[in-house]
């Protein structure tokens, strides 16, 4: 047995599956009789469904099909709130909005028919920009287009600029992001009357399909049933859009009778399904001469597209995130989230904070610059410290060192001595050079009250073996749950790796452990896993079937003695808040989040000037994330985030026209390839924390806030440009650097 | 009826097994190989040859599976992930993704495999520059590469001890 095995680099539980090709995603499964499902859109941004025709020369009567009217119960799609239809009926109000499913067990024949049905629809004026959902010209979405505003208010702003030295002023736009997840979506249902609905699909939150397909039927809970297929990445892509996929899929199997299955190509996946929000930030900022913050003021606003969905809470951890890793006594934030008539953005890795990060950090090499100080220097001035308050006016209680950090990171990427060598090479040569860094902490687990409200349960429990199987509703998609949950019980019940097995979320077997969103998992749900780990050892302690300093044999002894005498051995626990956390949702105060992960990333890139290409040669990412629970898969999540946040910075970029994406395929939406990321060098301080798993916090998200800040910061030195947008792709860089040389 | 619309008879040997498969001729033979021939290991992430999920061995070269015509499988000797291992015992570059963290959600890593495999075949001991060039025709969106790299080296330094 391992001394620990909690800071072992572990296989993954279910990595010999993935490398043979044995693993069994949504699209390898097959049901005896099973239909294939499409969907069929509007097609118009925003307008009034006249008819439907089903033409050209098909054998309808062959075909299954559903449209508005089929829906048992409500036609929506259940989360935050129920605006989002699962199927358009009078209106739609974007270009990929659903209309008509249809089913047949010939694929081919399904998509020739899918070419075949016209839906009429009366076009209406529609708004695209945030310009236009601002100035109200058309109203999309209730009375204002405003999905949701926050305010944050610490100190006294108004008062505080008079005192100012500096005042610098910035406004900051980032594009759109596609989570580009190598499996496209995918579901296959089975529904009627005598068994109730099934869904086995491609997602990250069975809760939230089963809560949506609950609202659809109008069924118990209970006849409803969501099992997790392996996962071939999310991102965040599949935390909302799996619910519409399976709602469809249901949908055609309840009127069928049939299994269906309903894939979505590459070029539906990206067209339809959700994608990072577009965001524009202005930073108004005090400062002293000596660089002190003294006041900020910081609007945030993103484009939520045509319906609310998850926007109201990517706005919160976005305006959350704004102010950054700092301590200013004067910060106010205000924040909206408006409507366009564009497929609704949602979820991705970082939700809202990459945004926000990206224009506090640009800004602040911007700001330094005015006062006349290093960027390193202007941060290290104003780095928060313990009983200081974050803007939200939490108070960190935690030990937090960013300078340390700043000094590692700046240290490991040879900060200094670049900066003056490119300097000084830089005029003499058509490829620039240059070195940029961002600071930054993300909150991992749900905003404010959030988790006392999730209310996650974990359930485990032992066999007449001594085998441990962990029940969760946590799903793996390629992050590692299965893995760092097997090595969180296997830590705590002393027992072998191999142990511990991880049951498939399947909503029939196991609790609701909340969504696997939010770098909740490893800290929330690994502390339920480690809990009711605890449970059942002390459940075979207190049977006296177990002593303390046990071996495997004596647990798998006692495991078959307990369940012998008693019949099960099984623990569930829920999650229980900590007294002493604190949230005002009103005033949008307190303690945003049990714990922050603190981060420092440097990037170092080089400019050809004749095509105005970028390269990051070199990248350094420190953080301190508490305590590692497997450092290979760890430091995979970073680099893997990191690589994304490259593309988030250079390469992808969603090209609009009338609400649509046009560049939705890999050819000409461009993700980095291994030959575009350079050494991703990842560091980790780890500092326990007291209410994670082993002293674990989330890291998930972490890397997408600060990649491309330090990127477009590395951009600006090395050629003098003022980035403001990112994607900086070639295009953009070269008309900047024909500006300033102009 | 036209001839593209008739299926023909293909003889063809996939993973060391001589094969009939019986298929449109301008089927995709990444969908021949899943659904005919069961052998979904080999997986569709575009659809149109960008992204090498459905990376797999004709005739020794390494190609996108959802780009060739099912007719081009005649006589091809086809190895696909399915056939990579030896048994129970997994090739050196399969150890190394599962030791080193090359997989994370598994979708790109059979076709990923297979382009390493293939590239170790022709070229034992690459240079990390060719590795990362040889990979470069498929994409993975979790690791940032970095580990797919490490692992495709220690496979190398592997092989070269068994040799």
């Given at each position: 047995m391992e001394e620990h095995i909690i800071g072992q680099s572990v296989p993954r539980k279910e990595g010999r599956d993935k490398v043979t090709g044995h693993a069994r995603y949504v699209d390898d499964l097959k049901f005896p009789d099973m239909l294939h499902g499409v969907t069929v859109r509007g097609s118009v941004p925003r307008g009034r469904v006249r008819g439907i025709y089903f033409e050209g020369e098909i054998p309808w009567a062959e075909f299954t099909i559903v449209t508005a009217k089929d829906i048992p119960s409500k036609n929506c799609v259940a989360?935050?709130?129920?605006?989002?239809?699962c199927l358009a009926s009078e209106f739609v109000n974007h270009p990929e909005e659903p209309v008509v499913l249809l089913a047949h067990p010939d694929k081919y024949l399904l998509e020739e028919a899918r070419r075949a049905v016209r839906i009429d629809i009366e076009p209406l004026p529609a708004i695209f920009t945030i310009d236009d959902s601002l100035a109200k010209n058309q109203i999309i979405w209730s009375e204002d287009n405003i999905f949701k505003t926050f305010r944050v208010e610490k100190g006294d702003v108004d008062s505080a600029w008079g005192k100012a030295d500096f005042i610098v002023e910035g406004q900051y736009e980032t594009g759109a992001q596609e989570q580009l997840y190598i499996e496209p979506q995918g579901m296959i249902a089975r529904a009627n009357a005598e068994e109730g609905v099934t869904v086995w699909g491609s997602l990250q939150c069975p809760y939230y399909v089963h809560k949506a397909l609950v609202r659809l039927f109008g069924l118990p809970k209970e006849r409803i049933r969501v099992v997790q297929t392996e996962t071939g990445g999310g991102f965040g892509g599949k935390e909302e859009y799996p619910s519409m996929i399976a709602c469809h899929a249901a949908l055609l199997a309840w009127k069928s009778g049939k299994p269906v299955k309903i894939i979505y190509d590459r070029a539906e996946d990206m067209a339809a399904t959700t994608k990072r929000h577009p965001s524009r930030t202005r930073h108004r900022t005090g400062v002293t001469r000596d660089g002190k913050l003294l006041a900020m003021e910081i609007d945030f606003t993103l484009d939520g597209g045509a319906y609310e969905t998850l926007s109201p809470v990517v706005l919160s951890r976005g305006t959350i995130h704004a102010a950054g890793p700092y301590h200013c006594p004067n910060v106010r934030i205000r924040s909206r989230a408006v409507a366009t008539n564009a497929p609704p953005h949602g979820a991705f890795r970082g939700f809202g904070a990459p945004q926000s990060v990206f224009a506090l950090e640009r800004h602040l090499d911007r700001l330094a610059s005015a006062v006349g100080l290093a960027p390193e220097e202007l941060r290290r001035r104003n780095f928060i410290r313990e009983g200081q308050a974050l803007a939200v006016s939490q108070v960190i209680h935690e030990k937090v060192d960013m300078g340390r950090l700043l000094d590692r990171a700046l240290d490991l990427s040879g900060y200094y001595a670049k900066r003056k060598h490119f300097r000084e090479e830089n005029s003499q040569s058509a490829i620039k050079r240059g070195i940029g860094f961002a600071a930054f902490l993300h909150g991992a687990g749900f905003t404010g009250s959030g988790e006392e409200y999730l209310a996650s349960e974990v359930a485990l429990e032992a066999t007449r073996e001594g085998r441990v199987r962990v029940l969760a509703g946590s799903t793996e998609m390629g992050q590692g749950t299965n893995t760092i949950f097997a090595q969180i019980a296997a830590e705590t019940l002393g027992l072998d790796y191999e142990q511990i097995e991880i049951l498939q979320p399947d909503t029939a077997v196991v609790p609701n452990s909340g969504p696997t969103v939010a770098s909740r998992t490893a800290m929330i749900v690994g502390k339920l896993v480690e809990s009711a780990a605890r449970a059942v050892q002390q459940a075979l302690f207190q049977s006296g079937f177990l002593k303390q300093g046990y071996g495997t044999k004596d647990f798998a002894n006692a495991c078959r003695q307990y369940i012998d005498k008693f019949g099960t051995l099984q623990s569930l626990v829920k999650y229980e808040h900590p007294p002493d956390l604190h949230w005002d949702d009103e005033n949008y105060r307190g303690d945003a989040y049990g714990a922050y992960a603190w981060a420092v990333y440097v990037a170092e890139v080089s400019v050809d000037t004749r095509t105005a290409e970028v390269r990051v040669e070199d990248f350094v990412a420190v953080q301190e994330?508490?305590?590692?629970?497997n450092p290979v898969l760890a430091a995979g999540q970073i680099e893997g985030g990191v690589a994304q946040g490259i593309g988030f910075a250079l390469y992808e970029n969603v090209v609009w026209q009338e609400g649509r994406m046009v560049n939705g395929q890999m050819t000409n939406y461009i993700m980095p390839t291994s030959m575009d990321v350079p050494p991703i060098r990842v560091f980790f301080e780890e500092i326990p924390y007291a209410r994670g798993p082993a002293g674990a916090k989330g890291i998930g998200e972490l890397p997408l806030d600060g990649t491309a800040p330090a990127i477009a910061n590395a951009i600006a030195h090395a050629t003098g440009v003022d980035i403001l947008r990112i994607p900086v792709t070639p295009e953009s860089l070269l008309s900047l650097l024909e500006s300033v040389h102009a | 009826m036209p001839e593209a619309a008739r299926k023909i008879r293909l003889q063809c040997v996939i993973n060391g097994r001589a094969t009939t498969l019986e298929a449109y001729p301008m089927a995709r033979l990444l969908d021949v190989l899943r659904e005919q021939a069961g052998l979904t290991g080999t997986k569709e992430g575009c659809g149109e040859g960008e992204c090498g999920a459905c990376s797999i061995e004709m005739d020794g070269a390494l190609v996108n599976s959802c780009l060739v015509p099912a007719l081009q499988a005649e006589g091809a000797k086809i190895r696909t992930i399915e056939g990579v291992a030896d048994g129970a015992t997994l090739h050196a570059v399969q150890q190394a993704f599962l030791t080193h963290g090359g997989a994370q959600c598994g979708i790109c890593t059979p076709g990923m495999i297979l382009a390493a495999v293939n590239l170790l075949a022709r070229n034992p001991q690459p240079s990390e520059a060719e590795i990362q060039e040889k990979l470069s025709g498929n994409l993975c969106r979790?690791?940032?590469?970095t580990k797919i790299f490490a692992s495709v080296v220690e496979a190398c330094r592997e092989a070269g001890k068994r040799a």
């Open positions: 989360l935050l709130i129920e605006d989002q239809p994330v508490g305590k590692v629970i | 979790c690791t940032g590469y």
